[in-house]
């Protein structure tokens, strides 16, 4: 089971540190953790990102809309009377 989770990102050494500390600390107690950390891993290299700060609309499939573009959250509650 420990070749399945085998983290080959440049992200990598990040993603065990922090499983190492989380199982030192007694957090780490089953596998859906490190499964998780797994699909990051994968996300990273599909899409090869190497840097954080550089996701952007091209790299990632989560963000749909620009910020100029979101709807308003308060739109659907004109219909109460207090607003």
């Known amino acids: 089971m420990n070749d399945y989770f085998t983290y ?13 500390e989380k ?8 596998t859906m ?9 994968r996300f990273f290299l ?3 990102i190497e840097d954080l700060h550089s996701v952007t609309k091209k790299t ?7 910020s100029y573009q979101r709807p308003c959250p308060y ?5 109460f009377s207090f607003f």
Do not use: H, T, V
């Open 33 to 41: 953790f490190k499964c998780f950390m797994l699909e990051f891993d």
């Open 46 to 48: 599909e899409y090869e």
């Open 75 to 79: 739109n659907n509650l004109k219909r």
């Open 8 to 20: 080959n990102s440049k992200f990598a050494p990040y993603i065990k540190g922090l499983l190492k």
């Open 60 to 66: 990632s499939p989560f963000l749909i809309f620009d």
């Open 23 to 30: 199982e030192q600390k007694g957090q780490l107690k089953s």
